[in-house]
């Protein structure tokens, strides 16, 4: 089983449109758990952490469910500028492990 | 708002050569990370780095690697001889505290590397 393993899409949603984005991980251990962005050829950027509570910012809204060590996103009423792959990242899983783990992403595209 | 920075941004090498990515940190950052991206492929994780010495590392870390922190600021990646293989973008990344603690990770823009 993959560390973090996500549909690869690409998901190609109108504007406006709600898309939900799933991810799952094999280390029961992961304490942390994020969302990042990456632009094509560019470095990922920090969307939003992800808390077990669910957590929203904005149009996005992230959850966990470390029971089935699932993590989702959703976003709603999306923009252009939302086209970009989508990274599910866990961390290793001690309180020593900083590494980060990494899907292999999700891509969308938002038409007009 | 501060960020990483990475030199050079292209980096084209002949297989065998040694070559050594450079990454200037956040400046208040405790914990330095070097991660790989071979293109179309997800991000990997090469080595964290923290307090002068190496915390963690992954089984592609190997002895072909190596990192350092000459100064207060820099924080370098060295391939002693490349292969075509290593071709790929790298990434340094920073945090303030610990990732497993949630702190996040800052990314630098990234040095591609060309081994030809």
């Known amino acids: 089983r993959k560390e973090v393993e996500q549909d690869p899409g690409p998901f190609n949603v109108p504007e406006g449109a709600t898309v939900a984005f799933n991810c799952t991980y094999s280390?029961?251990?992961?304490?942390?758990f994020f969302w990042y962005r990456q632009d094509c050829r560019k470095e990922p950027k920090l969307l939003m952490s992800v808390y077990s509570s669910g957590n929203e910012d904005g149009r996005f809204t992230a959850q966990l469910n470390r029971a089935s060590q699932y993590i989702s996103l959703l976003i709603r009423d999306s923009k252009l500028s939302d086209s970009a792959t989508y990274l599910c990242?866990?961390?290793?899983?001690?309180?020593?492990?900083?590494?980060?783990?990494f899907g292999a992403g999700t891509r969308l595209t938002v038409k007009p | 708002e501060p960020e990483v920075t990475q030199t050079p941004s292209h980096q084209v090498t002949q297989m065998g050569q040694e070559v050594i990515l450079r990454c200037v940190p956040i400046?208040?950052?405790?914990?330095f990370y070097w991660y790989r991206q071979i293109l179309g492929q997800k991000v990997e994780f090469l080595v964290s780095?923290?307090?002068?010495?190496?915390?963690?590392k992954s089984e592609i870390f190997d002895d072909q690697f190596s990192v350092e922190r000459p100064d207060g600021s820099n924080f370098t990646l060295k391939i002693r001889s490349t292969k075509l293989e290593d071709s790929a973008m790298y990434f340094c990344?920073?945090?303030?505290?610990?990732?497993?603690?949630?702190?996040?990770?800052?990314f630098g823009p990234g040095t591609r590397l060309t081994v030809l």
């Open positions: 400046s208040n950052h405790l914990y």
């Open positions: 780095f923290y307090n002068n010495e190496i915390s963690e």
């Open positions: 990344a920073s945090s303030e505290s610990r990732t497993a603690l949630g702190d996040e990770q800052f």
């Open positions: 990242v866990v961390n290793g899983g001690t309180y020593n492990n900083n590494d980060m783990r």
């Open positions: 280390n029961s251990a992961s304490q942390s």
